[in-house]
Nanobody, 123 residues
Framework: QVQLVESGGGLVQPGGSLRLSCAAS????????MGWYRQAPGKQRELVAA?????????DYADSVKGRFTISRDNAKNTVYLQMNSLKPEDTAVYYC???????????????WGQGTQVTVSS
């Protein structure tokens, strides 16, 4: 099993910044991608940003956060970060860390989620 622990959420004014962290522990061998999703009240969970865990791995962003959010990783710490700048009220949501892991020898993929951290953007 993989455990994901998020931190860094909170209340911030529009235009402000926050940094989320997600630390993976447990059976982490085989994790090939980690990312952040968010879910606002009454809406479906959506991808915010994701990164491959390989050296030079690709990143992917939702159009709504491109140029404002940056995902990064520290493989030595098994941690991914989401730097969020120029926050808007519409960024308000519960943010969930996600990890995708391949299980050998079947190559079956498993998905893991953190407990979520609230981000509220309001004046």
């Amino acid at each position: 099993q993989v455990q994901l622990v998020e931190s860094g959420g909170g209340l911030v004014q529009p235009g402000g910044s926050l940094r989320l962290s997600c630390a993976a522990s447990g059976s982490i061998f085989g994790i090939y991608k980690m990312g952040w999703y968010r879910q606002a009240p009454g809406k479906q969970r959506e991808l915010v940003a994701a990164t491959a865990m390989t050296s030079g791995g690709s990143t992917d962003y939702a159009d709504s956060v491109k140029g404002r959010f940056t995902i990064s990783r520290d493989n030595a710490k098994n941690t991914v970060y989401l730097q969020m700048n120029s926050l808007k009220p519409e960024d308000t949501a519960v943010y969930y860390c996600n990890a995708e892991k391949v299980v050998m020898p079947t190559f079956q993929s498993s998905t893991y989620w953190g407990q979520g951290t609230q981000v509220t953007v309001s004046s």
